[in-house]
């Protein structure tokens, strides 16, 4: 494997990490909260796999999470 040393004039692309508004934080939440009932409705065995990913897919299109793909725990 080649290795390269990058030296201290090296530039990175400019990129701004950008603060999440408030409205995207309550939506992160509440994808998270909606989510976790989900979860929970499929444990006790009260909807099915079909219906846990039907009620999945309406969670992400209604509250669009910003980390909600990468944090989710799927049956």
Same mark, same amino acid.
């Given at each position: 494997?080649?290795?390269?040393?990058?030296?201290?004039?090296?530039?990175?692309?400019?990129?701004?990490?950008?603060?999440?508004? %408030? *409205?995207?934080? &309550?939506?992160?939440?509440?994808? #998270?909260?909606?989510?976790?009932? $989900?979860?929970?409705?499929?444990?006790?065995?009260?909807?099915?796999? %079909? *219906?846990?990913? &039907?009620?999945?897919?309406?969670? #992400?299109?209604?509250?669009?999470? $910003?980390?909600?793909p990468l944090m989710?725990?799927?049956?």
């Amino acid at each position: 494997m080649r290795m390269t040393q990058l030296s201290p004039n090296h530039q990175t692309p400019n990129h701004k990490s950008s603060k999440p508004t %408030e *409205e995207q934080v &309550q939506n992160e939440l509440h994808f #998270h909260l909606a989510e976790k009932m $989900l979860m929970k409705l499929y444990e006790e065995k009260l909807i099915s796999q %079909e *219906e846990f990913n &039907q009620l999945s897919k309406l969670n #992400h299109q209604k509250f669009n999470p $910003l980390l909600g793909p990468l944090m989710c725990d799927k049956p």
